[in-house]
């Protein structure tokens, strides 16, 4: 039997194998592009960056008393839309 898999037989072989395919891939030869195509040769646009504070657009809210919620439900309503 020429391939065994149990036994000392099976591990020298892989081993062989793997030394002889690592070998083979290191000494060939690579394109100066590597596949990569045109669009590695043409440079990456990229938005321009600017500064914004962290605090930009920060708005500060203060506690306020309670008011009526009657009244402020008729503050913010549309006109013309409350039927009594």
């Known amino acids: ?11 020298p ?10 070998l083979t891939a290191a000494c060939t030869e690579t394109r100066s592009s590597a596949g990569l195509g045109t669009e590695a ?20 809210y203060r506690p306020v008393n309670p008011t009526d919620w009657r009244r402020s439900n008729e503050r913010v309503a549309p006109s013309g839309s409350h039927a009594r």
């Not at 040769?41 to 500060?60: D, K, M, W």
Request: hydrophobic share 50%; charged share 15%; aromatic share 10%.
């Open 41 to 60: 040769a043409e440079p990456a646009t990229a938005r321009r960056v600017h500064y914004e504070s962290v605090t930009a657009g920060f708005v500060a």
């Open 13 to 22: 072989r892989a081993l062989a194998l793997l030394a002889v395919t690592s």
């Open 1 to 11: 039997m020429a391939f065994q898999r149990s036994g000392t037989c099976f591990i």
